[in-house]
């Protein structure tokens, strides 16, 4: 599990009443939400229960969205610029933003945590966990993650991480060539590294896009067999699904894990 230092980990904590960053996600989510019909996620009908009192675009917005304080209440704007996909996140990012605006003086407003703590509240927000474990049809591969991302109107690739922070599967990104990011998930012992990933890249053929068969040496020297497939998420960009060749139950959530490296997008 991540360690977590900020004031911003400890005030979400204290919000949700548990002691670890991840469950208190998942808790605020749930209360964010409760009592909604989803997917996918209506949310014009949160804001009232974070105080917003308006969400709207702003054509002269040279940032993805803000919270702003006005006469009314709080309010959300973001960028026109924006596809409707990424418009929903960042509504519901600066609706992370709200949920520490509501704790009492002195809340957080900035902080590499705070950021990333929001994106987690987005996420929970978008596509709830337990709504994905509910509509998920298994085993976890690129069709069913494209099925899901239209179900709860989110990013195909938002749907794969979020898919590989519930499920056994790894999902990364490569652009211009190159691994870009890594979200791989951590079960009994087993979890994939960066360089086990560019191993595997070696192996892809391009002029075959169908799913391949490979074979990957895990953390602990076990061999297991994985169906990798890719799907084109932008010019010279592509995303990668790793599955096991097996059924994939959802993992407890103190297992989650991200596999190390940076720039993973907040989509």
Sequence with gaps: MRKWRSAAARRICQLAGVKSVELAVVEIGHRLTEGLQLPPTDLHAILPRVDV????????LLISGELRKGEDGLEIVYSESQSRQRQRFTIAHEIGHA?????????PRRGGELERICDMIASEILAPREAIISNVRLPVQMAEISRLSKLF???VTAMAIRCAGIFELT??????????????????????????VIEVLKTRDD???APKLVQVETSNRVLRDYLIESLSTGQNRNLFILTPLREQPPTDLDS??????SGIPDV
Aim: charged fraction near 25%.
């Design 99 to 107: 949920v520490f605006e509501r704790t009492g003086q002195h809340c």
């Design 171 to 196: 999902t990364f990104q490569e652009e211009f060539g190159e691994l870009d990011w890594i979200v791989s998930q951590r079960l009994s012992g087993h979890r994939l590294s960066r360089r086990q």
């Design 53 to 60: 009192s308006s969400c709207n675009s702003d054509p002269e």
């Design 256 to 261: 989650n894990t991200i596999a190390g490296t």
């Design 153 to 155: 109107d989110v990013s």
């Design 207 to 209: 002029s075959c896009p």
